[in-house]
């Protein structure tokens, strides 16, 4: 079945450091890729998503790119600030059944 | 105004009790949705309605029953509590099922159970 594996945290970075979450994704269908963001005492918020291969979606500073050929999906942020701590998740939609599978997430951590 | 919001917030309770926790969501969305994430945070999702009807149905124990009385509202109610029940309980919605449409989170209802 369709499955969502994203790196293991914490992950612990200084601010202003340059920032990637490793996302791959198994799916036999085209699914639509989303990173979602939970800050602490939070429900989840939509950061980005994209729909099709080479797509790009972008918010807030940060950018994940749909890769098909290494079926990626990485997120990526040039400049951390401390208001990014908060915990990642990446996540798929297979439109073929439409259920959404989220990765473990991932928990960022930025120091000043 | 809060798009989805969830009551109560924090649930304690002890096993073999039965609870409910509700949710609302005020953006006129079709489709609702109940998540179970875990003390790792891991998060699953255990049901979705689209206009009161169930259209996800996960491998979730018969003691979990979702209760749609109209499109704003998706109860969640939970008979027999175990001590495995424990965790945060988020409702969401979204405009239409899953595709390429965002999903909005409520806050979250913690649930211990002792």
């Known amino acids: 079945g369709d499955s969502v594996t994203q790196m293991e945290g914490p992950v612990t970075l200084s601010e202003e450091a340059f920032l990637t979450i490793n996302c791959t994704y198994t799916?036999?269908?085209?699914?639509?890729l989303f990173w979602y963001v939970q800050y602490p005492g939070e429900g989840l918020q939509l950061l980005l998503k994209?729909?099709?291969?080479?797509d790009k979606g972008s918010n807030k500073g940060f950018e994940a790119t749909y890769r098909k050929e290494t079926t990626s999906f990485h997120l990526e942020k040039g400049s951390v600030q401390v208001s990014d701590s908060a915990v990642y998740f990446c996540a798929l939609v297979d439109p073929r059944d439409d259920k959404i599978i989220f990765g473990k997430g991932t928990r960022l951590h930025i120091l000043p | 105004d809060t798009a989805v919001s969830q009551t109560p917030k924090y649930l304690v309770t002890q096993m073999g009790n039965d609870k409910s926790i509700k949710c609302e969501q005020n953006l006129g969305h079709d489709t609702m949705y109940w998540y179970k994430q875990d003390s790792k945070k891991f998060l699953k999702i255990m049901f979705s309605y689209n206009n009161k009807e169930l259209i996800i149905n996960e491998t979730v124990p018969n003691r979990f029953s979702p209760k749609s009385p109209d499109k704003a509202h998706l109860n969640l109610h939970i008979n027999s509590l175990e001590l495995g029940d424990s965790a945060v309980y988020f409702c969401?919605?979204?405009?239409?099922?899953?595709?390429?449409?965002?999903?909005?989170f409520g806050p979250g209802t913690r649930l211990t159970v002792t």
């Open positions: 799916a036999t269908g085209y699914p639509s």
């Open positions: 969401a919605s979204s405009q239409g099922r899953f595709g390429a449409y965002e999903q909005y």
């Open positions: 994209a729909t099709k291969a080479d």
